[in-house]
């Protein structure tokens, strides 16, 4: 199959990999060049020549099987690339949102056929986290969730089906990423512009907070983005080395897990 990813930052790059490692190929998007030279870099070590780089969503979305939205956490950003990845993929493509906040029946508005619509959250670090959310909303095709959780298990994933959208989803993974990092790493790992749009949308309804706390907010307004800028809650004057560290640590936990089971 072919699958287009648009988003290759953090979760889109991994979420690519995971792709690509289940056999499939792939069509990556970003909106910038140097976006697309990191996420190559990151991933030229297995992707090879399964991954194709493209500025176009048309291009990504073109002839694909499934299409992952993965762009920032702003309603109007992706009503906008919903829209156009829609206009530009087969008539059969299951067009998915990797959301972690936001709506989804809001984010489906975008669409003129959204029976073929659903989420799929995944968790960050993507290609070692095993649970994947797959949420419908009250039009999708029974029929395109089925087929996800085939394909979530398929690429070596736990999928979890909802059977409707809730404010936040049901999980979030902090266990296995807190046990070997910690709250404000994670943070730096996974962006602090994440963290900050996540509050934002979720906070008011789930908390007694309708803010981020003041520390994020400060972090993004001095630009310290996290791991990606170099420096968020920590200084990180190796950036690949905390995530390699991470990657390491979150395998041998799941190694140790997978022998208890057995």
Not at 13 to 32: D, P, Q
Not at 155 to 168: D, I, M, T
Not at 214 to 239: I, M
Request: charged content about 20%.
């Amino acid at each position: 199959m072919r699958a287009a990813v648009l988003g290759a930052g953090v979760m889109g790059r991994n979420i690519a990999k995971v792709l690509v490692r289940g056999g499939h190929e792939v069509a990556l998007y970003s909106r910038t060049e140097q976006t697309l030279l990191d996420a190559g870099q990151s991933l030229e070590r297995e992707a090879g020549t399964q991954i194709a780089y493209t500025t176009s969503i048309s291009e990504a979305s073109a002839g694909a099987g499934l299409i992952i939205e993965s762009v920032p956490e702003s309603l109007a950003l992706k009503v906008l690339v919903l829209r156009e990845v829609e206009s530009a993929a087969p008539a059969r493509a299951v067009i998915a949102s990797n959301t972690s906040s936001l709506p989804l029946p809001r984010l489906a508005e975008a669409l003129v056929e959204p029976e073929r619509f659903l989420g799929l959250h995944w968790f960050n670090p993507a290609h070692l986290i095993p649970l994947v959310e797959v949420v419908p909303i009250e039009r999708t095709d029974p029929s395109v969730v089925e087929w996800s959780m085939a394909l979530l298990a398929d690429l070596g994933k736990r999928p979890l089906a909802l059977s409707r959208p809730v404010a936040g989803f049901l999980a979030n993974c902090l266990g296995l990423r807190w046990a070997v990092l910690g709250p404000m790493q994670s943070t730096d790992l996974a962006g602090v512009p994440t963290a900050v749009a996540v509050a934002r949308e979720l906070f008011p309804g789930l908390s007694n907070a309708d803010a981020p706390q003041p520390v994020l907010s400060e972090l993004l307004e001095s630009g310290r983005l996290g791991v990606s800028t170099g420096e968020g809650f920590f200084a990180y004057p190796d950036p690949e080395a905390v995530a390699q560290t991470r990657d390491r640590l979150l395998s041998s936990v799941l190694g140790i897990l997978a022998e208890a089971k057995g």
